[in-house]
């Protein structure tokens, strides 16, 4: 595995997967702040949320089917531009309205990025490098998940808005991919009406449908009731500050980054198929034990179960996806997974804002371990038996 940590590429890559999460987990120790300045109910603050991951509903594919036919850094470069610019602008944002417009400008630019990044993974690597490119792309993600509240809890000290100029990052490395990365690029000789009629052809495989099915559950277990409902429970029953806040979500970080980087070895003992089933069982425990804490420290144990779960789920869901596409359908494939991973993004703080407001913080998290339950029962059913 050792090669794989010099090449110029994927370290590329892993800038680009740090830009594909910060739009979120910068600015999670704000919410607090962000809420009293504003004057933003809990049940409705997970719009800052919403209206960044809605775009990628309608993008995500769009990009994806675009990154197939006409390369895959044409559409990664603006797409950083855009998302640059638009969350930089954030700062400057006077009122909600215009901070939820120009979140949903750069929620365009975050759908492309993220989907399009892990399918260039999948086009530089096969097989064993493959899964453990994937699992340090993941291990990557979670050290920048684990910083970027960190950082963005130091910076809402000063001002809830400071956060968001960290966006300005994306233009210099929009550059660099334009100029440095070296990949291959699908060649686009079939009809569109051919190219779309074998990759949906591709999607209906009940492996396929079943991964997408796990990344809407997973991603509405993380943005249910971790990053949306998580800093309102810790500062309304712990009064924990933005900094202690950032502090217990990232903790899930280090752990979920130990996990995914020894994916490559776990491998060999383990099926992919397994993993994301015990993950399932990790997201209950932290579901069941973050309520019952009793201090915004104790809640780190829990938050380390849930971060367990991600190592273990998220970048085998990934690879696998990857080596069912063909390379002259990865891009759409990928995009799609990402079209329905921001739908569980847009769903979660709204479903958890009715069960919250229904039911109390409390339930927010009951209801995760009903979505981890379901999860576990789609991943016996569908990819069970699934050989890389």
């Given at each position: 595995?050792?090669?794989?940590?010099?090449?110029?590429?994927?370290?590329?890559?892993?800038?680009?997967?740090?830009?594909?999460?910060?739009?979120?987990?910068?600015?999670?120790?704000?919410?607090?702040?962000?809420?009293?300045?504003?004057?933003?109910?809990?049940?409705?603050?997970?719009?800052?949320?919403?209206?960044?991951?809605?775009?990628?509903?309608?993008?995500?594919?769009?990009?994806?089917?675009?990154?197939?036919?006409?390369?895959?850094?044409?559409?990664?470069?603006?797409?950083?531009?855009?998302?640059?610019?638009?969350?930089?602008?954030?700062?400057?944002?006077?009122?909600?309205?215009?901070?939820?417009?120009?979140?949903?400008?750069?929620?365009?630019?975050?759908?492309?990025?993220?989907?399009?990044?892990?399918?260039?993974?999948?086009?530089?690597?096969?097989?064993?490098?493959?899964?453990?490119?994937?699992?340090?792309?993941?291990?990557?993600?979670?050290?920048?998940?684990?910083?970027?509240?960190?950082?963005?809890?130091?910076?809402?000290?000063?001002?809830?808005?400071?956060?968001?100029?960290?966006?300005?990052?994306?233009?210099?490395?929009?550059?660099?991919?334009?100029?440095?990365?070296?990949?291959?690029?699908?060649?686009?000789?079939?009809?569109?009406?051919?190219?779309?009629?074998?990759?949906l052809k591709g999607m209906k495989n009940k492996q396929v449908l079943g991964l997408f099915a796990i990344s809407l559950l997973t991603f509405i277990i993380l943005y249910g009731p971790i990053i949306t409902y998580l800093?309102?429970?810790?500062?309304?029953?712990?009064?924990?500050?933005?900094?202690?806040?950032?502090?217990?979500?990232?903790?899930?970080?280090?752990?979920?980054?130990?996990?995914?980087?020894?994916?490559?070895?776990?491998?060999?003992?383990?099926?992919?198929?397994?993993?994301?089933?015990?993950s399932t069982f990790a997201y209950a425990a932290a579901m069941i034990f973050i309520p019952e804490s009793s201090s915004a420290l104790w809640c780190i144990i829990p938050v380390c179960f849930f971060g367990l779960g991600?190592?273990?789920?998220?970048?085998?869901?990934?690879?696998?996806?990857?080596?069912?596409?063909?390379?002259?359908?990865?891009?759409?494939?990928?995009?799609?997974?990402g079209m329905v991973l921001r739908a569980g993004q847009t769903i979660a703080p709204l479903l958890m804002g009715m069960v919250y407001s229904g039911f109390g913080l409390t339930a927010v998290f009951y209801a995760g371990?009903?979505?981890?339950?379901?999860?576990?029962?789609?991943?016996?059913?569908?990819?069970?038996?699934?050989?890389?």
């Amino acid at each position: 595995m050792n090669h794989l940590y010099k090449n110029k590429n994927l370290r590329i890559l892993f800038s680009v997967t740090l830009i594909a999460i910060m739009g979120v987990s910068s600015i999670v120790p704000s919410l607090p702040s962000m809420m009293k300045d504003l004057n933003i109910p809990a049940s409705s603050i997970g719009l800052v949320f919403t209206i960044f991951t809605l775009p990628g509903i309608i993008f995500s594919p769009l990009a994806g089917i675009f990154a197939d036919r006409i390369g895959r850094k044409k559409i990664l470069v603006p797409a950083l531009i855009l998302f640059g610019i638009a969350g930089s602008a954030c700062y400057f944002a006077p009122d909600y309205k215009w901070l939820l417009t120009l979140r949903l400008i750069q929620g365009v630019g975050a759908a492309a990025i993220g989907v399009i990044n892990l399918t260039i993974i999948g086009d530089l690597f096969t097989g064993q490098d493959r899964i453990a490119a994937m699992g340090l792309n993941a291990g990557v993600l979670s050290i920048g998940t684990a910083l970027f509240p960190a950082i963005g809890g130091v910076l809402a000290q000063i001002n809830w808005h400071v956060p968001f100029m960290l966006a300005l990052t994306a233009l210099p490395l929009a550059w660099v991919v334009a100029f440095r990365l070296d990949n291959p690029e699908p060649s686009a000789s079939s009809a569109f009406k051919k190219y779309m009629r074998e990759a949906l052809k591709g999607m209906k495989n009940k492996q396929v449908l079943g991964l997408f099915a796990i990344s809407l559950l997973t991603f509405i277990i993380l943005y249910g009731p971790i990053i949306t409902y998580l800093p309102i429970l810790l500062h309304s029953r712990f009064e924990a500050s933005p900094l202690m806040i950032g502090f217990v979500i990232s903790s899930a970080s280090f752990v979920t980054a130990i996990a995914a980087s020894q994916l490559g070895r776990l491998a060999s003992l383990i099926s992919q198929p397994r993993m994301i089933a015990l993950s399932t069982f990790a997201y209950a425990a932290a579901m069941i034990f973050i309520p019952e804490s009793s201090s915004a420290l104790w809640c780190i144990i829990p938050v380390c179960f849930f971060g367990l779960g991600q190592g273990l789920n998220i970048p085998n869901s990934m690879s696998m996806l990857t080596a069912i596409a063909p390379m002259e359908h990865r891009a759409i494939f990928m995009s799609m997974n990402g079209m329905v991973l921001r739908a569980g993004q847009t769903i979660a703080p709204l479903l958890m804002g009715m069960v919250y407001s229904g039911f109390g913080l409390t339930a927010v998290f009951y209801a995760g371990v009903a979505v981890a339950a379901i999860t576990l029962v789609i991943t016996l059913m569908t990819i069970n038996g699934f050989e890389a």
